[in-house]
């Protein structure tokens, strides 16, 4: 049962231009969404996230913008940074299992200079 | 402070050991979790503490699976018996009351059952 999903396993974008990554959930009791970023040999690191009662969360290049209505959230990177290329896991939160995230597959940004 | 630390980074062991890791949480934390991970896979919910209370445990996790949280500091977490499927990267991650879900993750322990 896969509550959370990321349907492109891979992104490749060009420096400067908008990076955007897709997730869609099923599991309608989630009322926080967040979004890691993963390089190699090193845990997530929380990079933004968002409310349900919010549409669009942003911080400096990051935005997240939920869509409650199509159960879907997508990250924006603008402008892209070769520094950003890394996996980027989406999550979701809440309902009854508090303190637990279900995460996507992830999604494998490139960022070519 | 240094983050979560966990170890062993890396362990290889035979089908049919057991194995023990153990996560050092942030200093003041007072939330741990515990999660697996799979190749291609996002990180799957194995158990959560808060201080010394396990409040939550996955289907995931066996009878083979347990983990501890004495004195509400470090964790450990068991596998006895393992199996070639219990090899993963299993990652332990820590929280402090009012941060909701935006935990930090330590940099795991990779797990390869021969």
């Known amino acids: 049962d896969q509550q959370v999903k990321q349907n492109s396993p891979s992104l490749s974008v060009q420096e400067g231009r908008i990076s955007i990554l897709n997730c869609d959930y099923t599991n309608s009791m989630f009322d926080y969404f967040l979004w890691y970023k993963k390089y190699p040999a090193e845990g997530p690191t929380f990079l933004i996230s968002i409310s349900s009662i919010k549409d669009k969360n942003e911080d400096g290049r990051f935005t997240v913008f939920l869509n409650k209505s199509a159960k879907h959230l997508s990250l924006h990177i603008v402008p892209s940074q070769p520094g950003d290329s890394a996996v980027y896991f989406c999550?979701?939160?809440?309902?009854?299992?508090?303190?637990?995230?279900?995460f996507g597959q992830g999604t494998i940004l490139t960022v070519h200079p | 402070d240094t983050g979560v630390s966990q170890d062993p980074r890396h362990k290889i062991t035979k089908r049919g050991q057991n194995v023990t890791f153990r996560c050092d949480p942030i200093?003041?934390?007072?939330?741990l979790y515990w999660y697996r991970q799979t190749l291609g896979q996002g990180p799957e919910f194995l158990t959560y503490?808060?201080?010394?209370?396990?409040?939550?445990k996955s289907r995931l996790l066996s009878d083979r699976f347990s983990a501890e949280r004495p004195k509400g500091s470090f964790s450990t977490l068991e596998i006895q018996r393992t199996e070639q499927g219990d090899s993963a990267m299993y990652l332990c991650?820590?929280?402090?009351?009012?941060?909701?879900?935006?935990?930090?993750f330590g940099s795991g322990t990779r797990l390869t059952v021969v």
């Open positions: 503490f808060q201080n010394e209370a396990q409040l939550e």
């Open positions: 200093s003041e934390h007072n939330r």
């Open positions: 991650a820590s929280s402090h009351r009012g941060q909701a879900y935006g935990y930090t």
């Open positions: 999550a979701g939160a809440g309902g009854t299992s508090y303190g637990k995230l279900t």
